[in-house]
């Protein structure tokens, strides 16, 4: 029984004691109510039969989720009949909500309606561009994916006989994916729609990495070398005969193929331009994922200047800084000093992981100052793989699995050790693991009684906004007590500030990469090292760097707005629960509802 419907009923129940004028209305409002909670529940199942789809469609992301179903399945998503049934599939799911009249929904069922709809929409109107043809980058490519599938470090389970049998198929599977990814790249090079060259000299190597001349020297057979004592001799004898057949005779040579394409054909006929702009259709193509990205309406310009505006707040608040630590020199000396000094040095890559772990136990105990609100996954701190270190960024997070036996990863990069600072280390702490990420993507998960798709999906700008508003929170949950640090805290606000200004700048202004690593170097104490993997980062994947600043702004905006209408009732407890409990929202979703939330307590 729906809340509304429980509602309505104790309305009926008070009205046989109230007016006559009362008694006429009372059972107006429990059918308006009962015809809300109807369609509430058509919505669900509506929204479980999509969500069913899209597990069976993309298996992948059901083990990405932990769900065991589908472990051996793999789809070919890069298939043109795959495209065109995908397109003809939003459509459908879009005709079919609309449909259901939802003017009389409320509450969480409202949220839903709306991000369901807003989410075909956006997947319909990009899918006239053709990203397909973009197929692979440094940031991501099949034989990466297989490779950390296949060693276990990316959801594929290797516990039981079932699990290795299940890879054993789902790693067979992947064969055509690597002559589909050539034969649409060979498309993309016909239609003109190709890759920056840069990239590609950065994706090549990573093939190499992976490529061995024996099985036994690859990282997926770390999964038999570790293969649990408690299989059946025959078992083993068998697992490992099909894993030697299965990366020797299938895997690698698909690594090689693809490897060899990119050198041979694909690399002459990549362009010396990097921006999106410069592509047929590019600059529509791009407006239309910064709207994506930011869930707004901004435009580029409009996005650019905004970054520009920050960087000049932010740039203030560093000067602020230098004076009180007594640095003498300009702010560029400043970061020359922050960069090269002996004492903001890593020791080791286990230091690396000491300073994060360290930084965990300063942290938690001051969170439920904060927080009321909190997950019940945990997570671990990892080392980024060394195969794919080199282009990875600083750090990243990892979600948990949706029954929670998989926890959460943090993972620190320790690629080009001297380039890391230790200076950096409680910002990336509060954006990746606590508050930041793992909160928000944890809670959410664990928020069952939402439909799976708002569970497990998600908008870039909230998740983000909210990984870089989480690095404000340093000094209330007991960290930034250092102004080294707290220029740490700056560094990342500035890094993030100049994505508008970079990302806009390299899609719709013309700008070069090196424009762009120049604007990051100079304005900032980023390390040649992170402003290039970051540069190349916002080329391989535009847009999508817009979403932290434009949604931290907003956090910021709704927060400001909370302070000034609750005064000295606010409590940041209270806050960041409304702002957290229903997971994942479009910025002006989120927006309306913490506007309805200060409205309820007036």
Not at 481 to 501: H, S
Not at 543 to 567: D, H, M, P, S, V
């Amino acid at each position: 029984m729906t809340r509304n419907v429980v509602l309505a009923i104790t309305l009926a129940l008070i009205a046989g004691c109230a007016t006559q004028e009362t008694k006429t209305v009372a059972p107006e409002s429990a059918a308006a109510a009962a015809q809300a909670g109807d369609t509430a529940q058509r919505l669900e199942a509506l929204y479980a039969e999509y969500w069913e789809e899209q597990l069976k469609r993309n298996p992948l992301r059901a083990t990405a989720i932990g769900d065991a179903r589908y472990h051996g399945e793999l789809t070919n998503t890069l298939t043109p009949e795959f495209r065109a049934e995908s397109e003809r599939l939003e459509r459908a799911w879009l005709e079919r909500v609309r449909a259901i009249d939802a003017s009389t929904l409320t509450g969480q069922a409202k949220l839903s309606y709306d991000i369901f709809v807003s989410g075909r929409e956006r997947a319909i109107a990009m899918a006239k561009y053709p990203d397909w043809m973009l197929a692979l980058s440094q940031l991501g490519n099949p034989a990466a994916t297989v490779a950390q599938l296949g060693a276990g470090s990316r959801g594929q389970p290797f516990a039981t006989v079932a699990d290795y049998e299940a890879w054993l198929k789902r790693g067979a599977a992947f064969v055509p994916i690597f002559d589909q990814t050539i034969a649409n790249l060979r498309a993309g090079i016909q239609a003109g729609v190709v890759q920056p060259r840069v990239l590609i000299e950065k994706t090549i190597p990573q093939f190499d990495a992976l490529i061995k001349d024996q099985p036994e020297d690859t990282l997926m057979w770390g999964v038999i070398a570790k293969m649990p004592d408690t299989f059946a001799a025959a078992d083993r004898e068998r697992l490992t005969a099909a894993y030697r057949e299965l990366i020797g005779a299938q895997l690698l040579p698909a690594f090689v193929r693809l490897r060899d394409f990119l050198r041979d054909e694909y690399l002459p006929a990549t362009r010396s331009s990097v921006g999106l702009s410069a592509l047929p259709n590019g600059a529509a193509w791009y407006a239309e994922l910064a709207k994506r990205y930011t869930t707004t309406d901004l435009t580029p310009e409009q996005i650019h200047q905004i970054g520009l505006d920050e960087v000049t707040r932010i740039t203030a608040e560093f000067e602020k800084v230098r004076a009180q630590v007594g640095f003498d020199g300009d702010l560029q000396a400043f970061f020359k000093f922050m960069n090269e000094d002996a004492r903001f040095a890593f020791k080791s890559e286990q230091d690396v992981l000491d300073q994060y772990n360290a930084l965990r136990g300063r942290i938690e105990p001051n969170i439920p100052s904060q927080f009321s609100l909190l997950p019940k996954a945990g997570f671990e701190v990892k080392l980024v793989e060394p195969f794919r270190a080199a282009s990875a960024p600083a750090a990243s997070y990892q979600g948990p699995s949706q029954d929670g036996t998989r926890p959460g990863v943090f993972y620190a990069n320790a690629f080009n050790l001297p380039s890391r600072r230790t200076w950096e280390t409680e910002s990336i702490f509060l954006h990746e693991a606590i508050p930041g990420h793992h909160f928000q993507i944890a809670l959410q998960q664990e928020l069952t009684g939402l439909p799976a798709f708002r569970r497990f999906g998600g908008e870039t700008a909230f998740a983000e906004g909210w990984g870089l508003y989480a690095e404000s929170l340093g000094r209330d949950v007991g960290v930034y007590t250092d102004p080294y640090q707290y220029f740490g805290r700056l560094a990342a606000e500035i890094w993030r500030a100049n994505r508008l200004v970079v990302d806009t700048g390299l899609h719709a202004k013309g700008w070069t990469r090196e424009q762009a690593i120049a604007q990051m170097r100079n304005t900032s104490a980023i390390s040649e090292t992170n402003a290039t993997i970051e540069v190349e980062r916002y080329i391989a994947m535009p847009g999508q760097a817009l979403a932290y600043k434009i949604g931290e702004l907003k956090l910021q905006e709704l927060r400001r707005r909370a302070q000034e209408t609750l005064g000295d009732r606010f409590d940041p407890r209270e806050f960041h629960r409304v702002v957290l409990e229903d997971g994942s929202l479009p910025l002006d979703v989120l927006d309306a509802k913490v506007t309805r939330w200060l409205g309820s307590t007036q």
